[in-house]
């Protein structure tokens, strides 16, 4: 993990992971976690990802490791994508394959709409068009008079399936999202509750992989109908019986599938002795 300061002098964390090949060019990826998330909630998709690409993580402002704003600093959609593009300078990327969750998710689809030539795909896990019709005047109440952990532990099967509740890996979300600092994440939520750019869908031409919670509760799940309808290269993969945060309770699955549409688009190519002895087999079948 190192540290960069942003323009508006926030001190940001991230981290940059390569374990591709040395003798192949690598593709640059960039990982955006969810609200209430960071970059280390993503660690269970590394080890298969850095074979393939060089994967760029940080934490958005006001999480995790990241400082936190002060109550009059910016906050807006513009300066989070702001923030992107200041660590993609830093990292010498003009363009990436971009992979969000949920509001993770949000940025990466704007980033493709005002930004296309920096965005070279989108996999976009739980992310409709914004978070405008979702459950933000509803959550923040709750969340000011029983705290967050409470409210995520009470509201715990928006998120992980039933049998799931009460192990390790739910009890360290817990802690971990709970622990974000509450002002600010009330800025946050309702930054985002105030955009929909269901009407800009069309701009986003990139190849795009959308992975939809079958069972999921959180946001306006009719936008994932918008998007289908609205994005020229749609990828959709449904994961039934799944509440909306696939990303934590299904991070192996998460990523075959990112590697899997990847693959399809032509973005990968086979790696190691297995891959070669497979092609070998191919051919001689042949």
């Known amino acids: ?46 080890p298969r990802l850095v074979r393939h690409f060089r994967v760029i993580r940080m934490d958005l402002r006001g999480h995790g490791q990241s400082e936190v704003p002060g109550p009059d600093s910016e906050l807006t959609i513009d300066r989070l994508i702001e923030d992107i593009r200041e660590l993609m300078a830093l990292a010498e990327v003009p363009a990436a394959h971009f992979v ?15 930004h296309p030539d920096a965005v070279r795909s989108l ?37 992980f399936p039933k049998d799931m509740i009460d192990t390790d890996r739910v009890n360290w979300f817990l802690d ?19 955009q929909d750019w269901s009407d800009e869908l069309h701009k986003i031409t990139c190849p795009t992989l959308l992975v939809v919670p079958g069972a999921g509760k959180i946001g306006d799940y009719s936008g994932f109908d918008r998007m289908k309808e609205s994005i020229s290269r749609v990828d959709l993969r449904v994961y039934e019986n799944m509440p909306h945060n696939v990303w934590d309770s299904q991070p192996e699955r998460c990523v075959e599938d990112t590697l899997d549409f990847l693959g399809n688009e032509g973005f990968l190519e086979p790696q190691g002795t297995a891959a070669n002895l497979s092609a070998q087999s191919k051919e001689t079948v042949a």
Request: charged content about 20%.
């Open 1 to 46: 993990m190192d540290h960069f300061t942003t323009t508006d002098g926030v001190r940001l964390a991230y981290s940059i992971d390569d374990f591709t090949d040395p003798w192949r060019p690598s593709q640059p990826l960039i990982l955006l976690h969810s609200a209430m998330s960071c970059m280390e909630r993503l660690r269970t998709w590394m």
């Open 100 to 114: 969000g969750t949920s509001a993770g998710g949000y940025l990466s689809m704007r980033m493709a709409m005002d």
């Open 123 to 159: 996999s976009l896990f739980g992310s409709t068009p914004g978070f405008k019709g979702g459950q933000a005047q509803a959550w923040l109440p709750r969340i000011r008079t029983e705290g967050l952990r409470n409210f995520l532990a009470d509201t715990i099967t928006d998120r």
């Open 176 to 194: 971990q999202a709970g622990s974000t600092e509450p002002k600010f994440l009330e800025r946050f939520i309702l930054l985002m509750d105030g």
